[in-house]
């Protein structure tokens, strides 16, 4: 086997940017497409996002967020530790 090593000018975390760019920005146009086929949110209306600070909680709120890029509706978040995971060392 031999392993080619490519190199590159370009750091290495912008190189993982734009190649994650693409994946997120199509990640958001199949939220928007669901919310607007499934009519899931009018005008105005008011959103609360409950979250517990994990990943999975903190793309759902970017995704909300991103999807309405004119601010027509009003998102707030909550949050509430229950401190059911322990203390992180």
């Known amino acids: 086997m031999i392993l ?13 940017k734009k190649r994650n ?10 939220v928007q497409k669901a919310v607007e086929k499934r009519k899931l949110f009018s005008r105005g209306q008011k959103i609360l996002v409950a979250v517990s600070g994990g990943v999975d909680s903190m793309v759902l709120l970017h995704a909300l967020y991103s999807v309405d890029p004119k601010n027509r509706r009003q998102i707030s978040v909550a949050h ?6 322990g203390t992180r060392q």
């Open 4 to 16: 080619v090593w490519r190199t590159s000018r370009e750091p290495l975390a912008r190189r993982i």
């Open 21 to 30: 760019n693409g994946r997120v920005s199509e990640f958001l146009q199949r």
């Open 80 to 85: 509430f530790n229950h401190r059911l995971r």
